[in-house]
């Protein structure tokens, strides 16, 4: 059964700061990796999907990694600002399956 | 594009009583899922649905839970005899085959 975790569970900087978040996942036989943001009550965005081929994908200030043989992916956040304030989840799902596995989100907090 | 749209937003239901929430997808999208969120977690699949054929469903959805995705279009999810357990967030997404996910905005239950 994959499991997908997600350390910290709370992260708080000041603006400015490049950080990384951590997602890490037990079975390496994923189809794809998603990157979701989440703001309080609110719906998911997708913020960058890699595909199991590949090793990174960017938008803009946001880089997101995947190294399948280790079960690890980071999202890398450039010059961070406190419009990034939100949860951040990554998600994967398996070959053949259609449905993502969460991790439980980190929750970021930039301040001003 | 107008997005994934859910209604209602916000259900305050009695226990006891069934609740019918609405996901219409992304136009064009041809898959939909079904996902449920509690405070603090990650979104737990539900179901899936490709076009109109339900093509799986989590050990989660209980038999008090029903969900149809006629013509292929719009979806419902109801919930029948609701439990305070079942209060959550219920998000709809919607893909074009195993492209990008998009999410809505959710429904959010309150069973008292």
């Known amino acids: 059964k994959q499991e997908v975790t997600q350390i910290p569970a709370a992260l708080s900087v000041p603006e400015g700061e490049n950080l990384v978040l951590n997602c890490s996942f037990t079975?390496?036989?994923?189809?794809?990796l998603q990157w979701f943001r989440q703001d309080p009550g609110k719906g998911l965005t997708s913020l960058l999907l890699i595909q199991s081929s590949q090793r990174e994908q960017t938008s803009g200030r946001l880089n997101a990694s995947l190294d399948k043989s280790s079960g690890r992916s980071t999202l890398y956040i450039a010059a961070s600002q406190p419009g990034d304030s939100a949860t951040y989840l990554c998600a994967v799902s398996r070959p053949g399956a259609q449905k993502l596995v969460f991790g439980q989100g980190t929750r970021l907090t930039i301040n001003p | 594009d107008t997005g994934v749209s859910q209604d209602p937003r916000h259900k305050i239901t009695k226990r006891g009583q069934n609740v019918t929430f609405r996901c219409d997808p992304i136009s064009e999208h041809n898959r939909l899922y079904w996902y449920r969120q509690t405070l603090g977690q990650g979104p737990e699949f539900l179901t899936y649905f490709q076009n109109e054929a339900q093509l799986e469903k989590s050990r989660l959805l209980s038999d008090r839970f029903s969900a149809e995705r006629p013509k292929g279009s719009f979806s419902t999810l109801e919930i029948q005899r609701t439990e305070q357990g079942d209060s959550a967030m219920y998000l709809c997404?919607?893909?074009?085959?195993?492209?990008?996910?998009?999410f809505g905005e959710g429904s959010w239950l309150t069973v008292v």
């Open positions: 997404a919607s893909s074009f085959g195993a492209d990008t996910i998009y």
């Open positions: 079975d390496s036989a994923i189809y794809n």
